[in-house]
C-alpha cells in the first residue's frame, strides 16, 4: 500500500475526475497508477487541521473504483467533482454528516446507517460536502453503469419502478436515492473497514467484500420489489416506519428511547412495532442497538490516540469495566486484544 501526504487528496480526486474521460487510450478508469506502481491501491493518511484517519482506494477492475473512508473531520471540507462520464455511485453510510450540493437540485443530504445510490451524468459537477464535527465511516464504489448492470446482472425490469430512472439514469431530479442499511450490510461495511490484511490478502479480501455488500444491496432490492411490489400498501407502511425506527436508533444509540417512546414516535402500538422490528431485522431493538455499540466500539478501537476509557464514554458507557465486559459477551474477546488482531 504506497501511502501518500495528507495534500495529494486534491491531486487523487484531480486524477478521479479525469479518469471520467471517455477515451480509454489517453485514459484508465479509474486512474491511480499515478499514485502507486501497485494494483493494491493507495493509502492517504489524515491528520491536519481538517480531519485525522485515513481515505484508502482500490481498483479492483477497470470498470470500478473502491474507496473507504474512516475520520474524524474537525472542520468542514468540500470536495468538487466533475465526472467525464457516466458514472453509478454505491455509497454505504455507517455514520458523519455527509452531503452533495448540485447546481439544479440544490443540497441533497446523504442519511446516517444508509446505503445510497447515485447516478451522475457526464459533465455534471457536483461538490461533495462533509460536516466538521463529525465521524465520516463509509464504503463507497464508484462504477461504469456497464459495469455495475452486467457484472452484477442488474436488470431494469427486476427494479422497482422508482429506482429505474435512480439505477439507470433518467430524469435528473431523480438521480439519487438512499435505503436503510440493514445489519448485513453494517458488518460488511465494517468488514472493509476493519480488515486486519495487507498486501495482496487485503486486495483479494477487499474486491471479495466489494463484491458481497453490491450483491447484498441488489438482492434486498430485488426481494422487497417482489414482497411489495405496490408501495402504497400498509405493510409498505409499517416497513418504513420501522426503518424511521432504525434511524432513530442509530443516530441516539448511546442512550435509545424506550420502546414505548419509540413506537409512538414512529405511529405504531408496541406489539406491532416489536414484531414488525424482529421480522425486519432479525433482531429485537435491544439487540440491535447492542450490536451497532459494540460494532461502532471495535471501529473507535482502531484509533490507538483513543483510550478503553473513551471509547467506552463515547459509546454510552460510564464505566470501562462495564463495557469490557459487554464487549468480551459480545466478540470473545477483549477490547485491549482488538488491538493485536
Known amino acids: ?31 491511480i497508477r499515478q499514485f502507486c506502481d501497485t494494483d493494491e491501491g493507495v493509502r492517504l493518511e489524515l491528520n491536519d487541521d481538517v480531519a485525522r484517519g485515513y481515505w484508502e482506494l482500490f481498483r479492483p477492475n477497470s470498470g470500478m473504483l473502491v474507496c473507504l473512508t474512516d475520520g474524524l ?56 460536502s462533509i460536516d466538521g464535527g463529525c465521524h465520516l465511516s463509509t464504503a463507497t464504489f464508484h462504477l461504469r453503469p456497464d459495469m455495475l448492470y452486467k457484472g452484477f446482472e442488474i436488470n431494469r425490469d427486476k427494479m422497482p419502478e422508482h429506482l429505474q430512472d435512480v439505477i439507470f ?11 436503510p442499511l440493514s445489519p448485513a450490510m453494517m458488518n460488511n461495511v465494517l468488514d472493509l473497514l476493519n480488515m486486519p490484511y495487507g498486501g495482496a490478502r487485503r486486495r483479494v479480501f477487499t474486491e471479495a467484500k466489494t463484491a458481497e455488500l453490491i450483491c447484498r444491496l441488489f438482492q434486498e432490492i430485488e426481494d422487497d420489489f417482489e414482497a411489495t411490489p405496490v408501495l402504497s400498501t400498509p405493510a409498505h407502511s409499517i416497513k ?31 406489539t406491532t412495532f416489536c414484531k414488525a422490528f424482529k421480522d425486519t431485522f432479525g433482531l429485537t431493538v435491544f439487540e440491535f442497538c447492542q450490536e451497532h455499540r459494540m460494532n461502532r466500539a471495535r471501529e473507535l478501537l482502531q484509533d490507538r490516540n483513543l ?30 486484544e482488538i488491538r493485536s488482531l
Open 1 to 31: 500500500m504506497h501511502a501518500l501526504t495528507q495534500h495529494d487528496v486534491t491531486r487523487i480526486y484531480e486524477g478521479f475526475n479525469e479518469a471520467y474521460n471517455s477515451e480509454p487510450d489517453r485514459c484508465d478508469f479509474p486512474r
Open 73 to 128: 473531520y474537525h472542520s468542514h471540507y468540500l470536495q468538487h467533482i466533475l465526472p467525464r462520464q457516466d458514472i453509478v455511485t454505491l455509497r454505504f453510510v455507517l455514520s458523519g454528516g455527509l452531503a452533495f450540493n448540485f447546481d439544479e437540485l440544490g443540497e441533497v443530504r446523504v442519511p446516517q446507517a444508509s446505503a445510497s445510490i447515485l447516478y451522475t451524468k457526464e459533465d455534471t459537477s457536483f461538490d461533495l
Open 169 to 179: 439514469g433518467g430524469a435528473f431530479d431523480k438521480n439519487l436515492y438512499n435505503f
Open 240 to 270: 418504513d416506519k420501522v426503518f424511521e425506527a432504525q434511524r432513530i436508533l442509530i443516530e441516539n444509540y448511546t442512550a435509545p428511547p424506550t420502546l414505548l417512546d419509540l413506537s409512538r414516535r414512529v405511529g405504531l402500538n408496541r
Open 307 to 336: 483510550t478503553i476509557s473513551q471509547v467506552a464514554g463515547e459509546v454510552g458507557y460510564e464505566h470501562a469495566t462495564n463495557f469490557t465486559l459487554a464487549f468480551k459477551k459480545h466478540f470473545g474477546f477483549l477490547p485491549k
